[in-house]
Nanobody, 127 residues
Framework: QGQLVETGGGSVQAGGSLRLSCSTS????????IGWFRQAPGNEREGVAA????????YYADSVKGRFTISQDNTKNTLYLQMNSLKPEDTAMYYC????????????????????WGQGTQVTVSS
C-alpha cells in the first residue's frame, strides 16, 4: 500500500508565499484524482484544489482561485501546491489526498470522500 507524505508548511505573514509538496507512492495510477484539502480547528474540511493524475483538468475552490496553483511532477511522483498572496484565513492543516472512485469536482466539493490522505502539514498566516 502506498503513502502520501506532505512537506513544506510553515508560518508566513499575510501576502507571503509557501509551496507544499506531497510525495506519492505505490497505488496511485493515472485515473485517480489527487488534490489538497485543509482543515482549521473547529471547522469542516475544505477542498482546496484537485487534478487528475493523467491530466488535464484542474479544479480550485473559489476561496483560493487566482492565488493557489496545483501541479504535479509524475517523474518524481510529487504533487505541489503553490500558495501566493496568503491570507490569515488560509491558516489550517493542509492534507494531500487521493481517490479512485469519485471525480475531482466531486472531491473538491466533498473532501470527506477522499479514501487516502497524508498526515498533514500546518500552514499559519499572520496578519
Amino acid at each position: 500500500q502506498g503513502q502520501l507524505v506532505e512537506t513544506g508548511g510553515g508560518s508566513v505573514q499575510a501576502g507571503g508565499s509557501l509551496r507544499l509538496s506531497c510525495s506519492t507512492s505505490g497505488y496511485i495510477d493515472l485515473n485517480w484524482c489527487i488534490g489538497w484539502f485543509r482543515q482549521a480547528p473547529g471547522n469542516e474540511r475544505e477542498g482546496v484544489a484537485a487534478m487528475y493524475k493523467r491530466g488535464p483538468g484542474i479544479y480550485y475552490a473559489d476561496s483560493v482561485k487566482g492565488r493557489f496553483t496545483i501541479s504535479q511532477d509524475n517523474t518524481k511522483n510529487t504533487l505541489y501546491l503553490q500558495m501566493n498572496s496568503l491570507k490569515p484565513e488560509d491558516t489550517a492543516m493542509y492534507y494531500c489526498a487521493a481517490d479512485s472512485l469519485y471525480t475531482c469536482p466531486s472531491l473538491l466539493a466533498r473532501p470527506n470522500d477522499y479514501k487516502y490522505w497524508g498526515q498533514g502539514t500546518q500552514v499559519t498566516v499572520s496578519s
